[in-house]
């Protein structure tokens, strides 16, 4: 870790938290500081624990990180706070490693820093590690632990500001996150194999009949089961994309409405249109309202700005 935060591109996030400054900066600086809090919205640590600390000396902790059952990354760290920055700021040194020979990463440094502004506070990290296994561990890093961690951080970010802005816990922001995750993929799902199994693999009779009722060529039916397979795709492409749930929620009263002028004997079957859409609009709808409260690492700035190189 020889080069200096400047020279190094690392990991930069950084989130302006909204409120009376002096509030906001005292209430971050517990969020961050104190270990059974910040477990809590930190999504790149399952628990943290600090070490006794003799007086003068940094502060020493133990972190795990839980991926899966019987496996998790568990490290030793040691950091400063200082609050006594002349323009009100305050800001805490990091350093941390990991004797795990499977973990990939060996050891790194970095710093958060909290700038009081007009109207909040910027609260900031830049970090930077060194990998394990050579080229292999280089590659893997670049491919996937470095966006991952990068991310992460930024998600971890937002859940501290929604905690802080809104009161709104970590516990609950997970709950909204989950709720639209699980929304989004059920609907996509739904979407793609509607296209895909009755229109595109069996032509199904039923499909068929419905285009005729509605007086277009059965020979349009795989480009409705296309299309139908191009929106699911989107639902999962466009995941910052809130408004896509409005727009399944029109399609699915549209496709109610043609069915109910052009096909009616269909809103009596076992599984009928009527069941199947209001179902996909209500989740429309749920998945919506989660979006809104959910973390986002896009509210996170991912770039360090001039000032601050």
């Known amino acids: 870790m020889s080069r200096t935060p400047a020279e190094a ?22 969020l961050t500081q104190s270990p059974e809090v910040h477990q809590r919205w930190d999504l790149r640590f399952t628990t943290i624990a600090y070490l006794p600390r003799t007086a003068g000396e940094p502060q020493r902790f133990l972190y795990r990180t839980q991926f ?17 920055g002349e323009d009100g700021s305050a800001s805490s040194a990091l350093k941390f490693a990991s004797a795990q020979w499977f ?12 700038v009081p502004v007009e109207g909040g506070l910027r609260f900031l990290t830049w970090y930077d590690y060194r990998v394990r296994f050579g080229l292999a561990g280089r590659l893997l890093n670049a491919a996937i632990l ?7 951080t930024a998600w971890s970010f937002d859940r501290l500001a929604l905690w802080v ?27 793609i194999w509607h296209g895909l199994v009755p229109k595109l693999i069996f032509h199904a009779a039923d499909e068929r009949r419905m ?28 995941w910052r994309f809130r408004s896509i749930f409005l727009l399944n929620v029109a399609l699915m009263a549209g496709a109610l409405l043609g069915v109910v002028l052009k096909s009616p004997e269909y809103l009596t079957a ?16 749920i998945g919506y309202l989660a979006a809104g409260r959910m973390p986002a690492a896009s509210r996170c700035l991912r770039r360090r700005p001039l000032e601050t190189a």
């Open 9 to 30: 591109p690392g990991i930069y996030v950084e989130r302006l938290i909204r409120g009376p400054a002096p509030a906001v900066l005292d209430e971050t600086w517990r």
């Open 68 to 84: 899966l059952p019987g496996l998790a990354i568990q490290g030793t760290g040691e950091s400063v706070g200082e609050r006594h």
């Open 103 to 114: 973990s990939l990463i060996e050891e790194g440094s970095g710093y958060w820093r909290y």
């Open 146 to 152: 470095r966006p991952a961690m990068g991310w992460a």
């Open 165 to 191: 802005e809104k009161g709104q816990s970590p516990e609950i922001s997970l709950a909204f996150a989950a709720i639209h995750a699980i929304a989004r993929a059920v609907i996509a799902f739904v979407w």
């Open 211 to 238: 285009l005729i009722e509605a007086g277009l060529p059965v020979a349009v039916l795989p480009w409705f089961g296309a299309a139908e397979i191009v929106f699911g795709v989107a639902m999962l492409a466009s």
């Open 270 to 285: 076992a599984f009928n249109p009527v069941t199947l859409n209001l179902l996909l609009a209500a989740l429309a709808a």
